[in-house]
């Protein structure tokens, strides 16, 4: 099992962010695809028509995002931590993700850098 962190500077404040991570209808704009989310805990959401599908377990809003993502059936569960850091030129978004399993780790990073965190920037219009 490996770990993966990631900062990705966006040029709006940290409650602009949290509403793109929280609210269904605006990460529908940014991922392009259908998605199943509601900003409650122990609800469970769906990315990408399932392509990503998880549990969400803590909001502090316009701070800090926890969820469960789902790697199959075995293995400790896979934990990803959003927190937004306010910064000059708006948010350093920290991602984190625990326990993503060795085989999946290449093809799901790239995924995450590629589609998620890509098009959190492409939606704040920001310069890769």
Not at 24 to 52: H, N
């Amino acid at each position: 099992m490996k770990n993966f962190k990631k900062y990705l500077p966006l040029p709006a404040p940290p409650e602009e962010v949290y509403l793109a991570l929280t609210k269904a209808q605006s990460i529908q704009l940014w991922t392009g695809a259908e998605v199943e989310f509601t900003e409650e805990a122990g609800t469970e959401f769906s990315f990408w028509d399932g392509d990503i599908v998880g549990k969400n377990i803590e909001f502090e809003p316009n701070k800090k995002i926890v969820q469960q993502w789902y790697f199959g059936e075995d293995g400790e569960p896979s934990i990803v931590t959003i927190k937004l850091h306010e910064d000059k030129k708006g948010t350093s978004l920290e991602f984190v993700q625990t326990n993503i399993p060795d085989e999946d780790y290449k093809d799901f990073t790239e995924g995450i850098e590629e589609y998620f965190l890509g098009g959190l920037a492409d939606f704040f219009e920001i310069e890769h």
